[in-house]
Each structure stands twice: as structure tokens, then as C-alpha cells.
């Protein structure tokens, strides 16, 4: 890959800025907590696992600049830096359990002098990043079974190595099967509002070698209904103890859809995503983000002015559309309760 | 209604350039029928219906220009014209019946003299627009005792007067609700990829006193999982013999949702939508349009260069997922051979 999503560089966390894809190729670099924090809420870095590295990497920067040489001010002054960073954005499962991890090795270190607390939280965040990157290539491995020789895959948003630590994982599961000489094409859904399908899927797999075709959100349905697509896969952002998966708008439509035509419907998501604390998709809070990425996308009003717009980023598949769930562990099948639970203890 | 979608004016075509709104409200004169042709292609005029009048008043317009004086060389002057017309745009199948019926008219006067021809190619598109209008009305008539009393209509495209020769389909259903008393407040789908929901049912439902609600199409299928959507209606572009209901691409995935809720999915169109010489939604055309209607909306290229795209702009419904069609003449229940024919004979 000729370019990376997320970086340590140095005291600086360093962010590809997918909102300027794929007309520009610009580096972010973030040099405060905050810095990470709005590159989060804007999206300028987005996808659960991604953000999950970028929350650890803001944890090691939360940790480098402080002042602090006094070890119990040091674990109260980064503290409330590490709660804005979990809850910068609240339904991808990741950026919460990265922190959380970020926390218990601060625990563990919790007497030793800062410039050890320090080095501890660094590189934990490291620790983070290259399991995840390792985490897509293994998913990648075990789901480029499920794909078929020669065939179409679909996918939703963009689950690729720009939502990751690594390769990702919807795409990771394509790159892998391309790998194995499986000959794949991708449509790629545009993903309305914030267009990551057509603007960062494309130019992912653009740079990946991998054929891909843009379409609507709305012509999914006739491409299944003309029997086009081999198969679904897509990311997740958490997913619920029983199977139920919350990820990008628009992706429930496919699932069902997909039952519909007979087509699989897989996800594929690193077991950091699995948030066995929630037992069913009831309980994934659904971020509410503002209506003007509806109303004014790319920065032009295509509404009226004073028409309210919804726009909820997530909605939940629940486990009975989902044919598997491909993992770092191993793929995972209804029963979900149990199979995902075997995942996690192993 | 403060606006009009299409009006003849002494031998000019007046349409609202619906590919200005909601920005700008600008009228576009054509005064030839290549002008109505580029019109209804563009989509400054489109909604089956109103592609019928917009080419009911093309053949006038052919008649209008035409200098000979000869009644045989008139015909023959202007039948290229309307086959241009015909053939437009392919799918609704409004603009082949309109264009149909003043050929019809055409073949009951060719022995008289010119003048008169031309006059009754204009009462004829002058009555194919008026009675638009009337079965607007009536099919809102019929359709409104079909919705809640107090709820929520979901919808997709624009099926309005922006629409038709008269005050729409679906939004004329709504409508009429609305003045029998109803609060209906509207949710619309913005979409893509040429936004009329966004664009058009917005600004109709705002000049007509309707509350609305834009969304992503993405984000139908959450709102129906959540149980806030009440019933859905939609126009069409076309309806084979077996009821199946060629629309807006993102129709049809919404059908499918509408059943898996069980809120009822409801199509609203005048008779002339129905085309009993095609069996099955199979034998639809459905029109591929220019990719960069998805690639560069508004002029702003979303895509990387050189990814290929798709654009279908109709997609086909399964009679099966239709739980009733409302016409002018009365409403439709599956089965629909049977219940359209008889429509249509009485």
C-alpha cells in the first residue's frame, strides 16, 4: 500500500484526511487530544477500527504532553482527555474499547514513574495498531473462502484499509481472495450522505488493483433483483452479543434484500468489535449526525431551505439476515450468542 | 398551486426548469420540438404524466411550426417529430400513449385541411393535459381514504404536480387526505442520484402547506424498523398487465421493506400509466442514463477518475408487493389482471 490511514509520527498523530478523497491526498497531522478528537467527529479518519487506533494513538498523545512528572497527576491529568477521546463518537464499539485498554495498562503501571506511564500508553496504542493490522489479514485469510472463484461482491461504505489499522475488512476479505487468484469485482454502494462508497471504496480499490463499480444506493435492489451479486460483505461498527450488527446507513436494506435474492450477507469485523456487554442491537446507541450532510452535501444546498432532514449514520442488521460473521478467530455462524462467545474465549 | 409544471402558450411549450429547484424558479420556453425533446431528456420536465403533456404539446408545437399547406405533406412533415417525441425518454410509457393518441387523432382528420389538423392536434393535447388534472384529483380522491388518519406517508421521487399536468399521484393522495382532514406529515426520500425527493417533494410539499421530512434513501429501512412509517406510497412510470410497477430506481428496495414491516406499499398513477401490451414488469425498457449523473452530481465530481458506473433510472416492483394501485377510475387489488383490465374496460 502507497499510502497509510493512521500514524505515530513522533509526538504527532498523522491522519490520511478522507474528507478531501479522492480529489486530494492530504495528511493531517493532529499535535492535540482535540486535534483527534474533531478529526474524529468530522470523519477526516472514520470506521470503527480505525478510530479505535486513532483513539489509542491520541491516548499516547494525551500522555506525551503532559507535563507532569508526578505519577498520580499525571493518571488525573490525562484522565478527562481520555474520556473526550472514548466518547468522541458513540457507536462504533472500538474507540471505547481501545481507550478502555489504554486504561488498564495505565492501571497496571499506575505507581511506576511518568516517563514509564508514558512509554506504557505508547505503546499499547502501537500494540492496538499492529493487531489490527494483523486482525484484517487473518479475517482477510478466513472469509476469502466464503467468496466465489469468479464472481461480483457488494459492499456498503467503505470497510477497507482507510476504515482500519490495516487492510480492513469487507476489502480485506476481497484482497485476499484476489490474492488466492479469485477473480472479483466489486460494486461499491456510494453510501449516501457522506458518499464513502464512491469517494473511498473506489479509490481504495483504485490503488488496491481491485475493479469496481459505483452505483447508487438505490439500484442495489435491480442489481440483486437481476441476480449480479455473488454476495454481500460489509464492515461492522459493534456488534451486539446475540449477532445483531450495526454499521453504515443503508446497510440493513441490503441484508434484507439479500435474504430476498438468496444472496449471503456476510460482515466482516475484528473481534474488538464485538460488544458482548450489549446483548442485541436494541442496545447500540445510534449516532444522530447533523442534518446539513443531508441537506448541503459537498457544501451545496440541494433542499429548501427550512426542511428538516434526519440522519441517522447507522442502523442495525439483526443476526437472522447475517449468513456469517468473519473474524480474526475464525468465521462465526448462528447461533451467534454462542459462536461469537467461543470467539471471544478462545 | 402558485406554479405550474407545463403550459401551452400561443405556440410556445412553457416548463418549469425543474433541474433549477429548489434554488431558482425559472420558466423555459421551447419553441421547437428539438427543445422539448432536450426538455424532457434533461429532465427540466419529468413524472410520467408530465412527460405525457410535455409531449402532447410537442406534437402541437410540430403542428404549430409546420408552413405546408398540403394535408398529406403536413402529416408527413411532422410524424418524424413525433416519433422524436416518442422516443424521448423510454420507460414511462405516458409519453408513447400521449403521443399515440394525437396520432390517432391525426389519422381521424387527415383528409382535412391543415388549419384544422392543427387545431385538433391542439385540443387534443389541451384535453390529454386537462384530463390529467381531473384524474389527479379523483385518484387523490380515492387514495386519501387509504391513509391513517394521523400518521406518516413515506415516499420516493417526486410523484407530485411537479409531476403531471395536474396536482401529482402519490403527493396528490396525500393531498386530498390532507384536505379531508388528515395530519399527514411526509417523510421523503432525497433520492439519488438526481435528488427529486430532496429537491422537488420538498419544495411542492412546503408551497403546499405539507410537513416534510428529507432523508437519505439509505435511511428508509431504519425508519421503517422503527415503526414510523405508516404506509408508503409511490407513483409509476410504468405498469405492466400483471401489476408490476416499473418507478424511480430505490423503489422497489422500499417494497421489500414494506412488506418485511407490514406497512403497506401503495402505487398511485392514472390509467394511461398502465400498458396492457406489456405482460410483465420483464418487458419494461428500463433507461440507463449518462453515469455522471452519479459520479459528478451538481457538477462536483464524488469519484475518482475512471471508475465506471452504474445508472439504471427505474427499477421494477413485483406485483406481489403491491398492495393496491389507485387510478382515477378507482383502486386496484391484487389480482391485478384481473383488476386493471376491468379498469380499463369500464
Known amino acids: 500500500m502507497d499510502f497509510f490511514t493512521v500514524k505515530w509520527d513522533d509526538g504527532v498523530v498523522v491522519l490520511l484526511d478522507q474528507t ?6 492530504v495528511y493531517l497531522s493532529c499535535e492535540s487530544v482535540d486535534d483527534v478528537v474533531a478529526a474524529i467527529r468530522r470523519l477526516s479518519v472514520r470506521g470503527a477500527p480505525a478510530i479505535g487506533v486513532a483513539g489509542a494513538y491520541g491516548a499516547a498523545l494525551a500522555a506525551h504532553l503532559s507535563e507532569t512528572t508526578d505519577p498520580a497527576a ?15 463518537r458513540p457507536t462504533a464499539v472500538n ?31 502501537r500494540r492496538i495498531h499492529e493487531e489490527d493490522a494483523e486482525a484484517c ?19 456498503h461504505c467503505n470497510a477497507g484499509a482507510l476504515a482500519t489499522g490495516g487492510r480492513g475488512t469487507a476489502l480485506a476479505v476481497i484482497y485476499a481472495a484476489v490474492e488466492a487468484g479469485k477473480r472479483i469485482h466489486v460494486f461499491a454502494d456510494e453510501t449516501r450522505p457522506l458518499l464513502q462508497g464512491a469517494r473511498l471504496t473506489a479509490w481504495e480499490c483504485g490503488r488496491m488493483g481491485v475493479p469496481v463499480t459505483v452505483l447508487c444506493d438505490n439500484a442495489a435492489g435491480s442489481l440483486l433483483a437481476r441476480g449480479e451479486v455473488d454476495c454481500i460483505v460489509v464492515g461492522s461498527d459493534r456488534i451486539a452479543a446475540n449477532g445483531d450488527v450495526a454499521n453504515k446507513i443503508g446497510t440493513y436494506p441490503l441484508a434484507v434484500l439479500a435474504r ?19 446483548l442485541t442491537g436494541a442496545g447500540i446507541p445510534i449516532e444522530e449526525r447533523a442534518a446539513d450532510e443531508v441537506t448541503t452535501p459537498r457544501g451545496l444546498r440541494i433542499t429548501p431551505e427550512g426542511v428538516p432532514a434526519l440522519n441517522p449514520a447507522f442502523d442495525v442488521t ?15 455462524r448462528a447461533p451467534y450468542e454462542e459462536s461469537l462467545r467461543r470467539l471471544l474465549e478462545d
Not at 20 to 25: I, N, V
Not at 74 to 88: D, S
Not at 137 to 155: C, F, K, M, Q, S
Not at 260 to 278: K, N, R
Open 20 to 25: 478531501r478523497l479522492p480529489a486530494e491526498e
Open 74 to 88: 499525571f493518571r488525573a491529568e490525562i484522565e478527562p482527555e481520555l474520556t473526550k477521546l472514548r466518547e468522541a
Open 95 to 125: 474507540l471505547a474499547w481501545a481507550v478502555d485498554h489504554v486504561r488498564r495498562v495505565l492501571d497496571s503501571v499506575a505507581d511506576r514513574p511518568v516517563p514509564t506511564q508514558r512509554e506504557a500508553v505508547l505503546a499499547e496504542a
Open 137 to 155: 489479514r487473518a479475517l482477510g485469510r478466513h472469509g476469502a473462502e466464503l467468496l466465489p472463484d469468479a464472481g461480483t461482491v457488494l459492499t
Open 260 to 278: 430476498e435474492h438468496g444472496v449471503p450477507f456476510y460482515v466482516a469485523a475484528p473481534t474488538s468489535t464485538i460488544d458482548l456487554a450489549t
Open 318 to 332: 439483526p443476526n437472522a439476515l447475517v449468513a456469517a460473521i468473519v473474524t480474526e478467530r475464525g468465521v462465526a
